[in-house]
């Protein structure tokens, strides 16, 4: 699914407006896509080792 959301390159509002952003009239993209970061990954290795320590 594409999303119609888009991100103020100027005051970073995010909208759904193609062209600009109605806050401040600024040019507007797509957000980047959230990715997962090395900590995410990290922290789920440390839930589960605090899961193994546990038992
Ligand atoms: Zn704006």
Redesign the pocket.
């Known amino acids: 699914m594409k999303s119609l959301l888009r991100r103020?390159?100027?005051?970073?509002?995010y909208?759904l407006s193609k062209d600009k952003?109605?806050?401040?009239?600024?040019a507007?993209r797509v957000p980047h896509p959230p990715k997962f970061s090395p900590e995410d990954k990290y922290q789920k290795y440390r839930i589960l080792q605090k899961l193994l320590m546990g038992k």
């Open positions: 103020c390159v100027n005051c970073g509002e909208t952003c109605p806050r401040c009239g600024g507007v």
